[in-house]
């Protein structure tokens, strides 16, 4: 596949449950973005990797929130405990290093906490 | 400090008529500046980017967007709306290798 892909598409989980989302970006892209988007709203930056270097965290809300990215391709955003405040389209993005270089979104994974 | 304003939280236009949807940006730098299109539940498209070479930067579907330094402005202008022009438009700014800002959109309205 060229493009970013991301599982499940959708999500529906009960209060409280924990939930994983899945990224893989298009091979060769050392950046891997994670925001999310509330109805309505735009982009929440949560959480950037590139290459080998210690993730930037600074938008992750709350310690439920984790994201890891194995072997520097694929990535997992766990929410913990989740709340219905955390219903949204959580969006994954690749891109090459560099000042130049645009981001490559993700159809996104629609999640639903009721 | 990094940050973009989106002038217009939504713009109307009729059919045939031009577009001008409006973004300031702030930057200690000299950034990257993109414009991306989502469509009702789809993804972000990509439709230009400005990286420092021409100033006036033509994108996908006849959009294009013009740099102004010295306004520290990249507005997006079609000639002619489509109906299939109707989405959200997000302008962002890169001022570094690393993180992208996002405005917080303008949707757009094509009226027939």
């Known amino acids: 596949g060229a493009g970013v892909s991301q599982s499940p598409s959708n999500k529906v989980t009960e209060k409280g449950k924990d939930v994983e989302l899945r990224c893989d970006p298009i091979?060769?892209?050392?950046?891997l973005y994670w925001y999310r988007q509330s109805l309505g709203q735009g982009l929440e930056f949560l959480i950037y990797?590139?290459?080998?270097?210690?993730?930037?965290k600074s938008g992750l809300p709350s310690d439920r929130f984790s994201a890891e990215r194995t072997g520097g391709s694929v990535s997992t955003l766990t929410i913990q405990r989740t709340q219905q405040e955390d219903s949204a389209v959580y969006l994954c993005?690749?891109?090459?290093?560099?000042?130049?270089?645009?981001?490559?979104f993700g159809q996104g994974t629609r999640l639903t906490v009721v | 400090a990094q940050s973009v304003t989106q002038l217009d939280s939504h713009v109307s236009v009729s059919e045939g008529t031009p577009v001008l949807l409006r973004c300031n940006y702030s930057?200690?730098?000299?950034?990257?500046l993109f414009w991306y299109v989502q469509h009702p539940n789809k993804g972000l498209q990509l439709l230009l980017k400005?990286?420092?070479?021409?100033?006036l930067v033509k994108g996908i579907n006849g959009f294009e967007a013009e740099f102004k330094k010295s306004e520290t402005s990249f507005h997006l202008t079609k000639p002619s709306a489509h109906m299939s022009d109707a989405a959200e438009y997000f302008c962002?700014?890169?001022?570094?290798?690393?993180?992208?800002?996002f405005g917080t959109g303008t949707s757009l309205t094509v009226i027939p």
């Open positions: 993005a690749s891109s090459l290093p560099g000042l130049r270089a645009e981001a490559f």
């Open positions: 091979s060769g892209h050392t950046a």
């Open positions: 990797f590139q290459g080998n270097s210690a993730p930037d």
């Open positions: 930057s200690s730098y000299s950034p990257s």
């Open positions: 400005y990286t420092s070479a021409a100033t």
């Open positions: 962002v700014v890169k001022p570094t290798g690393n993180q992208f800002y």
